[in-house]
Nanobody, 123 residues
Framework: QVQLVESGGALVRPGDSLTLSCAAS???????TGWFRQAPGKGREFVAS????????YYATSVQGRFTISRDNAKNTVYLQMHSLNSEDTAVYYC?????????????????WGQGTQVTVSS
């Protein structure tokens, strides 16, 4: 059993930076962690992921160079640092855990999910 709790979402202005946190509990060893987002009326979109085995990271083209995913093993927490935010980044952000640990882009491969945290970018 894995439990995930996201936090850090906020209302920010275009160009701002924001860091989201995904705190994990339970049996998390061996799981890859991914960040996904869902805007109103749209499907869940892959954002970034980090593998357990070697900490290799993967990013969606839309956030490459602006977002950074990282993990603090001591705190059992995964972070998503976001920079140069724009209106297209407005969404509910979710973290998920995948047992495959292959850096999957597919939401269906993630077995556990957090409740989501809202990020709104508006002037």
């Amino acid at each position: 059993q894995v439990q995930l709790v996201e936090s850090g979402g906020a209302l920010v202005r275009p160009g701002d930076s924001l860091t989201l946190s995904c705190a994990a509990s339970g049996h998390t060893a061996g799981y890859a962690t991914g960040w996904f987002r869902q805007a109103p009326g749209k499907g869940r979109e892959f954002v970034a992921s980090i593998r357990w085995s070697d900490s290799r990271t993967y990013y969606a083209t839309s956030v490459q160079g602006r977002f950074t995913i990282s993990r603090d093993n001591a705190k059992n927490t995964v972070y998503l640092q976001m920079h140069s935010l724009n209106s297209e980044d407005t969404a509910v952000y979710y973290c998920g855990a995948a047992a495959l640990d292959g850096g999957s882009y597919a939401s269906a491969e993630y077995e556990y999910w957090g409740q989501g945290t809202q990020v709104t970018v508006s002037s």
